[in-house]
């Protein structure tokens, strides 16, 4: 089990361009959440899917993020246009019960 | 109010002594509990969950949970340096795992 995937590892891009984040979760995991990590904020909750399906976006913070689930075993989180303060740890993670979320490594992102 | 409230530390314990977590939640309804633990520049790892009243032990680790005041904390015995790292609380609420700000632990040799 390779666990989950994440790409790049780190990501650094000038304000105003475009951002994609990429995950690929545990094969049989039906629950994906992305979450970005900042030292202010901590660990927020962006959006999770269940089964593909966006099911909550509350934690998106502007039409500026976008996330897709095209298919069981790939997502995206996309920021355009990207801003200096969007610079933070995003993470994803997958579940497949009602215990235990496994989180990816990360991608440090870093808008200059 | 935050949904769920941690210490953010830094905590500092003597290598061999206890250390002592805490955690506090808003949500009532909540049944599920998590302690994570972080290590610099990387991702969040499962150390332990709870989900009745009372305590649960896992080696050194042990967890325990108070629903009617809304607390749970983790204790660590006979720290060692490698438990230095950073603590995270969770909550499973509405399906989603609501993190704590997390609290630095560094253990002194």
């Known amino acids: 089990d390779a666990g989950v995937i994440q790409s790049p590892r780190h990501e650094v891009t000038e304000m105003g361009q475009e951002v994609t984040l990429r995950c690929k979760p545990i094969?049989?995991?039906?629950?994906l959440f992305w979450y970005r990590q900042t030292m202010m904020r901590g660990l927020e909750l962006l959006i999770y899917?269940?089964?593909?399906?966006?099911?909550?976006d509350s934690g998106m913070p502007e039409d500026r993020f976008s996330a897709k689930m095209p298919n069981a075993s790939f997502s995206t989180l996309k920021i355009q246009p990207s801003e200096p303060r969007d610079s933070a740890v995003y993470f994803c993670?997958?579940?497949?019960?009602?215990?235990?979320?496994?989180f990816g490594s990360g991608t440090r992102l870093t808008v200059v | 109010q935050k949904e769920v409230e941690q210490n953010s530390g830094p905590l500092s314990v003597p290598e061999g002594a206890i250390a002592s977590l805490n955690c506090t939640y808003s949500?009532?309804?909540?049944?599920?509990f998590f302690w994570y633990r972080q290590y610099s520049g990387k991702s969040p790892e499962l150390i332990m969950s709870?989900?009745?009243?009372g305590d649960k032990e896992d080696g050194r680790f042990t967890a325990q949970l108070n629903k009617a005041s809304q607390y749970v904390s983790l204790l660590i015995r006979d720290s060692q340096p490698s438990d230095s790292a950073t603590y995270l609380c969770?909550?499973?609420?509405?399906?989603?795992?609501?993190f704590g700000q997390g609290t630095r632990l560094t253990i002194n040799p």
């Open positions: 993670a997958s579940r497949s019960s009602f215990y235990g979320y496994t």
């Open positions: 094969s049989g995991h039906n629950s």
């Open positions: 899917f269940n089964n593909n399906v966006p099911i909550d």
């Open positions: 949500d009532r309804g909540s049944q599920s």
């Open positions: 709870i989900y009745s009243n």
């Open positions: 969770a909550v499973l609420g509405a399906q989603k795992l609501v």
